[in-house]
């Protein structure tokens, strides 16, 4: 079995029930919640497919839609449990952003492209579906404040292009560059990293 | 004649009205209330198109941007006659989102998808362009707030297929199921029917 | 050496600074700053691409994601530089809606469509970098509110296609409906020139 295809079904189930979460908090009505859910799990891979002119990936395969309905249904019935494993909204989020980030970057090498522009479709596909989930509650999106987010995708895409380089097998690739996704997110928030903000009052 | 071609020159009025009245409302200048109304009423098809893969409809048919630019007109001239009409407003928005939900679901249907991928692109038509509406008025979109709004396109789909399904002719099945969205819309907002929210302080 | 081409370049440079400038002064984080700049360079002409069913022109050509890195950089270091000249974010905005209004219409004559449509292609090249800009950042669009800004693109694009229909000259076409543009926008905000809003409290 493929490991892209095992990636691919944990990073929407990853989504789903961080969408469910969010949805749920901003006390949106159960249509919204699931709403958020599809949005959140698709839509960085939907804007993906449509930059690469590819057929969007849900519409061709129901999977997906089973995939989001069923999880985002349990995370609603369990959303209790959940809240009370306080992290848990946290570590879908960054279990999705490292499955995504991988997806997208090999999505662009299929597609030939330049190693830059694979390693930010993968940011694309990873940070973009949170990206319309927070626009969609009005919020300014958590990407660009002051957390590590997109750059620990930034640094998983490039781990994995060196990695290629050194002709380290496919698998091991995915497998240690979504690894280093994960955890320089997991760190930056255990250990409070974050980037400089550029402001200053003059 | 064709009756989607009428529905489909009724819907691109009705959302363009809709979409003048939210802008003079919001304070926007001419241009911006113009903008408005176009992008409530493209937005939805726009998108579709564009997840199909298909030519953007409004790019190859003037039609559209005539009738957009007329009604619009025609909305900001006599907007203190539609005012005083209360609920103008929300009329053709439901109007609207019915007539759009079924030409969504037939273009689902003429790239051969699934019948729930066809629902949904139903919905997309059908909402989006509200969603846009009410992003780019930099508000919380209405269709994940507290009305039915979603879920009227929702049922209107399901009743869409399940006609199909026992063989009804398909302009009734048009007509039919896109009374159903406006049926079920206008009883939720009557009866102030709303779907559950889930959110509870704990 | 086409003049398009460098009407281009200075477009993407001019917009990058103006994104640099907006994330810094809403006090994000370098990634997020370089991201703003991306989106408001790129923003419009992707738009304009994905609605052709053209290749995404950045994702073809490296030159602009080098562009918009070394230019965004400069614009970090030197941005109190940039900063102390007053109006030097406005000065960028207007220098790049005036070359994009003038690329988004030569695209859309290259695709064959409607004079109408190649203007709308213009105004959204244009202008919606800035309007992701400001969804990214939670505000209502500039274009929207007050200041003449789409009105001076539409200005531009009308003259483009005056001075075409009186067969002169590509490059004077291009060189002059972008100084209307320009100049229109300029004036507007030397002279306070806006459009009337239509809200009334009735």
Known sequence: MNISF?????????????GVLSGVNKRLDIF???????????????????????????????LY???????????????KKLYYLKNSLFLFDTIGISLYTIIGIQKGIEAELHPLICIFLGILSACFGGVLRDILCNEIPII???????TACLSGGIIFFVLTYFSVPPN???????????????????????????????
């Open 6 to 18: 095992v990636f691919d079904v944990l990073g929407v189930i990853a989504f789903s029930i961080s």
């Open 172 to 202: 091991w690739v995915v497998i240690l560059s979504g690894a280093v996704v994960f955890t320089v997110r997991l760190s930056a928030v255990l250990f409070k990293w974050s980037l400089p903000s550029l402001y200053q009052k003059d």
């Open 144 to 150: 660009f404040r002051k957390e590590i987010y997109a």
């Open 32 to 62: 919204g919640i699931f709403i958020i859910a599809f949005v959140t799990s698709v839509g960085g891979g939907t804007l993906r497919d449509i930059m690469l002119n590819l057929p969007v990936f849900w519409m061709q395969n129901m």
């Open 65 to 79: 839609s089973y995939l989001i309905f069923v999880s985002g249904l349990l995370a609603v019935i369990f959303r």
